[in-house]
């Protein structure tokens, strides 16, 4: 069965921390991995990694893929008590009847203190 | 902020009633999918819709239907409520080309839906 894990579940830091968050899977005909980070209720997007150790960087968050050893990590450098939130990894598998059903993770809570 | 919208944004209703719940999609988009978050858990895959048919479906039973209108919005219905379908119900509009490809997955703010 298709899975995807995050850890830590949760994590609590200080502003100024730098934090790794990781996301593993096992999903038969990967076709991306997608970062979402939720604050309330919608998820917002981060990042969508398709292959291999390409870095994408947004401002203090960057991720990066390794599809041999099939996981994912985000990094946020110098935290801010704004970034708390839920950070999500989805991967979407490739499906013959074009279904765009996302795999999710638990979600990594991540809490950042002033 | 996003142009994705649903509605209502909370709802208490009693077990065996039945739910309505609206979604409009980005301009732009064509295709629409909802998904149930439930406390402390990651999204599950209800179904999606493409051009007004279902498109695919999760493990999720019958009594959870959906439609697609012509302008691309979307209603998620549920009969029979039951306790554990209390959660955070999300739709997300993607536009899917006719190749397989598809972009610009945007989530709307959900709807709480407690049942009591």
């Known amino acids: 069965e298709d899975k995807v894990v995050q850890s830590p579940l949760s994590l609590v830091v200080h502003e100024g921390d730098t934090v790794t968050l990781n996301c593993s899977y096992e999903?038969?005909?990967?076709?991306?991995l997608l970062w979402y980070k939720q604050e309330k209720k919608a998820p917002t997007f981060l990042f969508m990694l398709?292959?291999s150790g390409i870095e994408k960087k947004s401002g203090r968050l960057s991720s990066i893929l390794d599809k041999k050893e099939l996981f994912s990590i985000l990094n946020i450098t110098a935290t801010q008590t704004g970034d708390s939130a839920i950070y999500l990894c989805?991967?979407?598998?490739?499906?013959?009847?074009?279904?765009?059903?996302?795999?999710w993770g638990l979600g990594t809570s991540l809490a950042v203190n002033p | 902020e996003t142009g994705v919208t649903q509605s209502p944004t909370h709802l208490i209703k009693t077990r065996g009633q039945q739910v309505t719940l609206r979604c409009s999609s980005q301009?732009?988009?064509?295709?629409v999918s909802w998904y149930q978050q439930a406390l402390g858990q990651g999204p599950q895959f209800i179904f999606q819709?493409?051009?007004?048919?279902?498109?695919g479906r999760g493990n999720f039973p019958p009594r959870f239907s959906g439609l697609q209108f012509p302008n691309y919005s979307s209603e998620l219905n549920v009969n029979a409520l039951e306790l554990d379908d209390s959660a955070l119900y999300l739709c997300?509009?993607?536009?899917?080309?006719?190749?397989?490809?598809?972009?610009?997955?945007?989530f709307g703010s959900g709807t709480r839906l407690t049942v009591v």
């Open positions: 301009s732009g988009h064509n295709t």
């Open positions: 398709t292959s």
């Open positions: 819709y493409y051009r007004e048919e279902e498109n």
């Open positions: 999903v038969t005909n990967f076709r991306s």
């Open positions: 989805a991967v979407r598998p490739i499906d013959a009847g074009n279904n765009r059903k996302l795999i």
């Open positions: 997300a509009s993607s536009h899917l080309w006719r190749d397989g490809a598809d972009y610009g997955y945007t």
